[in-house]
C-alpha cells in the first residue's frame, strides 16, 4: 500500500477508533506518536482533500473560518480550520490541530455561536489528546483488523462518504466493547469544555444544545437515516439536557448579535452552492420588502449577482454605501477592487487593497487578490514582495506558491519558479512533478552556494517522502 495513502489511511483510523469509543488512555498517548508525525499525517490529510476536490481554497471563506477558529482557541496551540465542500452535517478532529467543517452544517447553523459552538467541540477534542489516546490503542490491533478499518474510513471520515459503511460492520464489532463503555465520556467531556470556550470567546454558551437540537430535527425531516454528526458525535436528549445545564452554569450576559461576516460567509457559501436561486429582481425586491438576515450581507449577495451579470455601476452604487458602513471588511474591499478593476480604475484598486493590507497584514484573501491584480498590471515585483510576507504565515496555501511561480518567472528568477512550483505540487500531493521541478532548479547554472544547498535538502525531503509512498 502506497505510503502517503498509508498515512491517511491510519488517520482515519484514529478518527474510526475515537468515534466508536476508546477508553481514556491517559496523557501517556502523547509517547504514541510524535509531533513531527502528525504534522505528516495532517499534510497527507490535506493532499488528500485536495486531491479528490473537497477542500474549499476559496481565501475569504478560510480566512472567516480560521478567525472564528482562533478566537475559540486557547493561547499557545496552532489551529489549522478548514470548510470541506460535502453538504452533509459533519465536523472532524483531524491530526495536528487540524479541524474541519463540512459546508452543510455551516449552513444548518442558524446563528454564529452555533457554528462556534461546533468549532469549540472540536477543539476540545483536540486539546484533550482524544485523538492520541485513540492513536494508542489502535497499536493493538492485528493488521488485519486494521486494514478492514482503514479501508473503510478513507472512504467514509476522509470524504464524508457512505459508501463504506457496509464494511464497517466487521470492523465496529472488533471494538464494540468500549464502544457501549466510552464514547459518552469523550464526548461529554468535549461538551464541558467546548462550552466553557464559547463562554470565554463571549459566544453564547446555551447555542450547543441549541445546535444538537437543530441537527436532531434535520434528521428527523431528512431522507438519510442518521446525519453524519450522528454517527461520529452520538447524540440523544439526555446529552443535549447536560448541555443546558452546563451552559445555566454560566452568568447571563447580553451576547454580541452575530459577526457580519458570520452572514457574508454564509452568503458566498449559498451562491457558491447555487442555493440562492434568485435572479436580480428578487434580490433587489428582498432589500425593499425586509426579507433577509442580515441586511448588508443582503447588498452584498445583490453586489455579487450584479457583478456576475457585469452590471459595475450599478454594483457600484452599492458597494459604496457598504464601505461607508464597513470600511474594514475585506469581502466589501475585494468587491469594490473587483469592481474598479473592471471600469478601468486598477491604480485605484491596488491602493485600496494596499492600504487595507496595511492595516491587517495577515489577510490572506486580500494578499491574493493584491498579488493576483499587480501581475494584471505587469507589476511583478510588487507582487512577489507580498507574496514573501504572506508565505510567512500561510506557507501551506497552494495559491501562494503558484501566484509566486508566475511572479519570479516574469522577473526572470528561473530557480525561484521552479521552487515555487515544487512547493505548489508538494502541496497538492504531486510529488513527483515537485521532485522535477527541483531537480531542474538544481542543474540551472549561476546557483549560488547557499541556493544550492536549500534546494537539495528540499529535493532530499521530498525524494523521501516519495519513496516511503512507493514502498510495499
Given at each position: 500500500?502506497?505510503?502517503?495513502?498509508?498515512?491517511?489511511?491510519?488517520?482515519?483510523?484514529?478518527?474510526?477508533?475515537?468515534?466508536?469509543?476508546?477508553?481514556?488512555?491517559?496523557?501517556?498517548?502523547?509517547?504514541?506518536?510524535?509531533?513531527?508525525?502528525?504534522?505528516?499525517?495532517?499534510?497527507?490529510?490535506?493532499?488528500?482533500?485536495?486531491?479528490?476536490?473537497?477542500?474549499?481554497?476559496?481565501?475569504?471563506?478560510?480566512?472567516?473560518?480560521?478567525?472564528?477558529?482562533?478566537?475559540?482557541?486557547?493561547?499557545?496551540?496552532?489551529?489549522?480550520?478548514?470548510?470541506?465542500?460535502?453538504?452533509?452535517?459533519?465536523?472532524?478532529?483531524?491530526?495536528?490541530?487540524?479541524?474541519?467543517?463540512?459546508?452543510?452544517?455551516?449552513?444548518?447553523?442558524?446563528?454564529?455561536?452555533?457554528?462556534?459552538?461546533?468549532?469549540?467541540?472540536?477543539?476540545?477534542?483536540?486539546?484533550?489528546?482524544?485523538?492520541?489516546?485513540?492513536?494508542?490503542?489502535?497499536?493493538?490491533?492485528?493488521?488485519?483488523?486494521?486494514?478492514?478499518?482503514?479501508?473503510?474510513?478513507?472512504?467514509?471520515?476522509?470524504?464524508?462518504?457512505?459508501?463504506?459503511?457496509?464494511?464497517?460492520?466487521?470492523?465496529?464489532?472488533?471494538?464494540?466493547?468500549?464502544?457501549?463503555?466510552?464514547?459518552?465520556?469523550?464526548?461529554?467531556?468535549?461538551?464541558?469544555?467546548?462550552?466553557?470556550?464559547?463562554?470565554?470567546?463571549?459566544?453564547?454558551?446555551?447555542?450547543?444544545?441549541?445546535?444538537?437540537?437543530?441537527?436532531?430535527?434535520?434528521?428527523?425531516?431528512?431522507?438519510?437515516?442518521?446525519?453524519?454528526?450522528?454517527?461520529?458525535?452520538?447524540?440523544?436528549?439526555?446529552?443535549?439536557?447536560?448541555?443546558?445545564?452546563?451552559?445555566?452554569?454560566?452568568?447571563?450576559?447580553?451576547?454580541?448579535?452575530?459577526?457580519l461576516r458570520y452572514h457574508l460567509a454564509r452568503a458566498r457559501l449559498e451562491r457558491r452552492q447555487g442555493q440562492?436561486?434568485?435572479?436580480?429582481?428578487?434580490?433587489?425586491?428582498?432589500?425593499?420588502?425586509?426579507?433577509?438576515?442580515?441586511?448588508?450581507?443582503?447588498?452584498?449577495?445583490?453586489?455579487?449577482?450584479?457583478?456576475?451579470?457585469?452590471?459595475?455601476?450599478?454594483?457600484?452604487?452599492?458597494?459604496?454605501?457598504?464601505?461607508?458602513?464597513?470600511?474594514?471588511?475585506?469581502?466589501?474591499?475585494?468587491?469594490?477592487?473587483?469592481?474598479?478593476?473592471?471600469?478601468?480604475?486598477?491604480?485605484?484598486?491596488?491602493?485600496?487593497?494596499?492600504?487595507?493590507?496595511?492595516?491587517?497584514?495577515?489577510?490572506?484573501?486580500?494578499?491574493?487578490?493584491?498579488?493576483?491584480?499587480?501581475?494584471?498590471?505587469?507589476?511583478?515585483?510588487?507582487?512577489?514582495?507580498?507574496?514573501?510576507?504572506?508565505?510567512?504565515?500561510?506557507?501551506?496555501?497552494?495559491?501562494?506558491?503558484?501566484?509566486?511561480?508566475?511572479?519570479?518567472?516574469?522577473?526572470?528568477?528561473?530557480?525561484?519558479?521552479?521552487?515555487?512550483?515544487?512547493?505548489?505540487?508538494?502541496?497538492?500531493?504531486?510529488?513527483?512533478?515537485?521532485?522535477?521541478?527541483?531537480?531542474?532548479?538544481?542543474?540551472?547554472?549561476?546557483?549560488?552556494?547557499?541556493?544550492?544547498?536549500?534546494?537539495?535538502?528540499?529535493?532530499?525531503?521530498?525524494?523521501?517522502?516519495?519513496?516511503?509512498?512507493?514502498?510495499?
Open positions: 500500500m502506497p505510503a502517503l495513502l498509508r498515512a491517511v489511511l491510519i488517520w482515519c483510523l484514529s478518527q474510526a477508533a475515537y468515534s466508536i469509543n476508546l477508553p481514556d488512555l491517559g496523557h501517556s498517548a502523547r509517547n504514541s506518536i510524535t509531533p513531527q508525525h502528525e504534522q505528516h499525517l495532517a499534510r497527507a490529510l490535506m493532499q488528500r482533500l485536495r486531491q479528490q476536490g473537497i477542500l474549499i481554497e476559496d481565501p475569504l471563506l478560510t480566512d472567516y473560518i480560521q478567525q472564528l477558529g482562533q478566537r475559540l482557541a486557547p493561547p499557545g496551540q496552532t489551529f489549522r480550520f478548514f470548510l470541506a465542500d460535502r453538504p452533509d452535517i459533519n465536523a472532524f478532529a483531524g491530526p495536528d490541530g487540524h479541524i474541519g467543517i463540512h459546508t452543510g452544517l455551516f449552513l444548518t447553523s442558524q446563528t454564529e455561536s452555533e457554528l462556534a459552538s461546533v468549532l469549540a467541540h472540536e477543539i476540545a477534542h483536540v486539546t484533550q489528546q482524544h485523538l492520541l489516546q485513540a492513536w494508542e490503542k489502535t497499536q493493538h490491533l492485528s493488521l488485519p483488523q486494521a486494514a478492514l478499518i482503514l479501508a473503510t474510513l478513507v472512504i467514509g471520515a476522509a470524504t464524508g462518504s457512505d459508501a463504506g459503511l457496509a464494511l464497517a460492520v466487521g470492523s465496529q464489532a472488533i471494538l464494540q466493547q468500549h464502544q457501549i463503555n466510552f464514547t459518552r465520556r469523550h464526548e461529554q467531556e468535549a461538551d464541558r469544555i467546548g462550552i466553557r470556550l464559547l463562554a470565554q470567546a463571549d459566544f453564547n454558551p446555551h447555542a450547543m444544545a441549541a445546535f444538537f437540537v437543530r441537527v436532531q430535527q434535520a434528521s428527523q425531516l431528512s431522507l438519510n437515516p442518521l446525519p453524519a454528526l450522528l454517527r461520529t458525535h452520538p447524540l440523544n436528549s439526555q446529552r443535549t439536557a447536560e448541555a443546558r445545564n452546563r451552559a445555566a452554569d454560566y452568568p447571563y450576559t447580553q451576547h454580541q448579535p452575530d459577526e440562492t436561486g434568485l435572479t436580480i429582481a428578487q434580490h433587489q425586491a428582498n432589500l425593499q420588502q425586509g426579507r433577509y438576515r442580515n441586511r448588508l450581507a443582503a447588498q452584498y449577495t445583490l453586489v455579487l449577482a450584479l457583478q456576475d451579470a457585469q452590471r459595475w455601476a450599478e454594483a457600484a452604487s452599492y458597494l459604496d454605501h457598504l464601505l461607508t458602513q464597513a470600511p474594514g471588511v475585506p469581502e466589501f474591499i475585494i468587491a469594490q477592487a473587483h469592481n474598479e478593476t473592471q471600469q478601468q480604475q486598477p491604480e485605484t484598486a491596488l491602493r485600496r487593497l494596499h492600504t487595507a493590507l496595511q492595516q491587517t497584514p495577515h489577510n490572506l484573501a486580500l494578499a491574493i487578490t493584491y498579488a493576483e491584480l499587480a501581475l494584471a498590471q505587469g507589476q511583478h515585483q510588487a507582487a512577489l514582495t507580498q507574496l514573501q510576507q504572506t508565505r510567512t504565515y500561510r506557507p501551506d496555501a497552494p495559491g501562494i506558491h503558484q501566484l509566486s511561480a508566475r511572479a519570479s518567472a516574469q522577473l526572470q528568477q528561473l530557480s525561484q519558479t521552479h521552487r515555487h512550483l515544487a512547493e505548489y505540487h508538494a502541496l497538492q500531493g504531486n510529488l513527483t512533478t515537485a521532485i522535477q521541478h527541483l531537480q531542474y532548479a538544481l542543474s540551472l547554472p549561476d546557483l549560488t552556494t547557499s541556493e544550492r544547498i536549500r534546494i537539495q535538502a528540499r529535493l532530499d525531503t521530498l525524494q523521501t517522502t516519495a519513496n516511503r509512498a512507493t514502498a510495499p
